[in-house]
């Protein structure tokens, strides 16, 4: 299991997945460009001193992403997905992928990506914070994932 972050605009975010990521032993992918400079004091304030515990890798680009992952299955959190998370089967090498906070992913990566999960939301809600919605995500993947008693998660 991965989380992925598709070019992400706000480095606060990014850090509060950095960290959550070191705490449930999931690797971070960024794709970028992003929105901030790497070094942003919000990014490390966000991540706090769980940066050098966590596992992250950072790509260049959709296009080198889509490539070096081509064998693991990419599940989009969009809110445009017809399938809600909680009715969708998670997979151990899965990748959950959030798009951008403002808009999401271009209509070329989303059509690329067969399988988009969605939390489903009261009406009239546009969205929910991109940490927040990958974190609910993680949580019922590992959820599912998880059943036997040896889990260090346990």
Sequence with gaps: ???SLYQPEI???VGTLIRLGACVGVPIDIIEPTDFVW????LKRAGMDYADLANVE???SWDVYKNLRANQ???LLDTK???SYWDFTFQPDDILMIGRES???PEDVYQSIPNRVRIPMLPDRRS???AIAGAMVLAESLRQLNHDHSSPLR
């Design 58 to 60: 950072r790509f260049e």
């Design 103 to 105: 808009c999401g992913v």
């Design 11 to 13: 480095p606060q975010n």
């Design 81 to 83: 997905a017809e399938q």
């Design 39 to 42: 070094s942003d004091k919000h």
């Design 128 to 130: 929910l914070n991109m």
């Design 1 to 3: 299991m991965r989380l």
């Design 73 to 75: 299955r990419i599940v």
